[in-house]
């Protein structure tokens, strides 16, 4: 899979692909996961993967599964740890031991439904966390993990569904899902439309009026 010349656009170019090849107006757009390390919401860390699912749940339900070992264990070289949490969780459900054997793993990241707690620990490794908002508190007093690579909804707010091995792109934008039978159609539609729009950023600072510019390389 060619994710190495998927590295080179962003997620607002990724997103901008895929509306354009009809996947709606949430384009696989999980909105309000910020970037918390290797720092808040600055820099110029992306990373891009194949989603490693887990799925929380309360820590009170007995009906759900329990995984055979670990996620952070279960979790492949290369990928992107992908979690949901309940939506009421006030907990951190990664901390700095997490990120640690991720690490370790060889995977590029993880991304957050939730909270993230250890801020200095992820950043002293350097290990990209994406997440909702931070807590103090653990992951063990009020949910744990239930499943793994199995598909999750993300966000409170977009009903997005991460398959597992979804390509999943995040940077200081935000994060962005790709169905993996869309990756090259996406690639060769974020090349196309990033030639244009460098043309048009030229053309900008270079005095050109918005109307004109767009009329002359859009068409619009």
């Known amino acids: 899979m060619p994710l190495d010349r998927l590295k080179k656009f962003s997620t607002c170019e990724i997103a901008d692909a895929l509306i354009k090849l009809g996947k709606g107006p949430w384009a696989g757009y999980i909105p309000d996961i910020e970037l918390w390390s290797p720092t808040y919401c600055e820099g110029d860390t992306r990373i891009v993967g194949p989603a490693f699912t887990v799925k929380m749940v309360e820590k009170s339900d007995t009906t759900s599964p329990v995984p055979k070992e670990h996620f952070a264990d279960a979790a492949h070289e290369g990928s992107v740890i992908v979690i949901s949490a309940p939506s ?3 907990n951190a459900v990664w901390g700095g031991l997490m990120s640690a054997r991720a690490k370790s793993k060889g995977c590029q990241g993880v991304v957050i439904d939730g909270n ?4 200095n620990e992820h950043r002293q490794m350097n290990f990209p966390v ?3 908002s931070h807590s103090i508190l653990p992951q063990n007093a009020f949910v744990r993990p239930s499943e793994v690579q199995v598909p999750i909804t993300l966000s409170r707010e977009s ?3 991460v398959q597992p091995g979804d390509i999943i792109v995040a940077d200081l934008d935000g ?3 790709i169905p993996q039978d869309l990756v090259e159609q996406v690639i060769i539609n974020c090349e196309k439309y990033v030639a244009i729009d460098d043309q048009c950023m030229k053309a900008l600072k ?3 009026g918005v109307k004109e510019t767009f009329a002359k390389y ?3």
């Open 88 to 90: 009421d969780a006030k």
């Open 175 to 177: 994060i962005v899902a």
């Open 206 to 208: 270079e005095g050109h």
């Open 130 to 132: 994406f997440a909702r």
């Open 116 to 119: 993230v707690r250890d801020l």
């Open 218 to 220: 859009r068409g619009t």
């Open 159 to 161: 009903p997005v569904v």
